[in-house]
């Protein structure tokens, strides 16, 4: 019995183009920069090869991480030199991975509306897929998955307790810009102290297996850092918040409790968002969040080391 040999792929660059789901525009601009070997010509026609389909797709699956061009082209590089690939990508699969113990769920719009007071919020529900609180099911329109339980546990009690889901949905975007920031912190320390030595030039097998040992070891600090300072606040605040409460809600004997008005406007959208009996809590709320907010730039403001200008005539000493 003979071996049959086949012929190699070879593909036109429209054709290329198809079979990566890429464009001919961005095959054309890979090549000029590097990241692409020319094809081979032929009369007047180019011709590509599995190679060169190989490369497109290892390419996109770089971008689907979150590289750049550039540190793909580095990396490509370092592949081309015979230095492999497999200890960069474990390593992008360790930070791919889960940072969180916890299993993703699923639920019913029947028992998402049990869950939340036994009646169906189309809005509501349209929000929570927006937020990624739930993620539709493919092909099962009445069924979600639930990526954070808990994060939902958390939503349910507070509509339990008297929150709007609006409200609640509000408070969960302000939040994730303030935690995204916390984390944005985390990553910048720890590559500035830790990973910057692996991140100055393309690292090898070893060196990336050793950074994914060190993202798996520092991966939940983060978090504890996070829990115990968010103990710590909330003890001190709340303490301090019940306090300004009670005093605000009984004042003594002959202090005055001042009366400023407010928009119509503002008061409407208030109590739409709280309800009437929760419209003087939120606005309290929130200019005491603004007060302390200014405090608190203040604050950072002069401990700052002021930097004079060519124009500033301020005082560097005590006020005479």
Known sequence: MTEQHHPAAEYRIEELAHRSGTTVRTIRAYQD????????????????????LARLRQISDLLDRGYTLASIKDLLEAWDAGRGLSGVLGLVAEIDGPWTDEETGRITRQELAATFGGSSDDAAVADAVELGVLEPVPGSPEEFLVPSPQELAVAAELHSAGVPLPAISGHLRELRVQVEHIASRFLDFTTEHVFQ???????????????????RRLRPLAQQTVDAELARAMRLLASRYLRHQLHRETPERGTAVEHVPLPADTVRSVRELV??????????????????????????????????????????GPAG
């Open 275 to 316: 309800g009437p009996a929760g419209v003087a809590a939120f606005v309290a709320a929130a200019a005491d969040r603004e007060v302390s907010a200014r405090r608190m730039d203040s604050l950072v403001a002069h401990a700052a080391p002021a930097v004079p200008g060519p124009d500033d005539d301020r005082r560097t």
């Open 33 to 52: 920069r590097g990241l692409l070997p020319k094809p081979e010509r032929r009369g007047r026609a180019n011709v590509y090869g599995a190679a060169h």
């Open 197 to 215: 030595q692996y991140f100055d030039h393309p690292p090898s097998d070893a060196e990336a297996e050793e950074a994914a040992g060190l993202v």
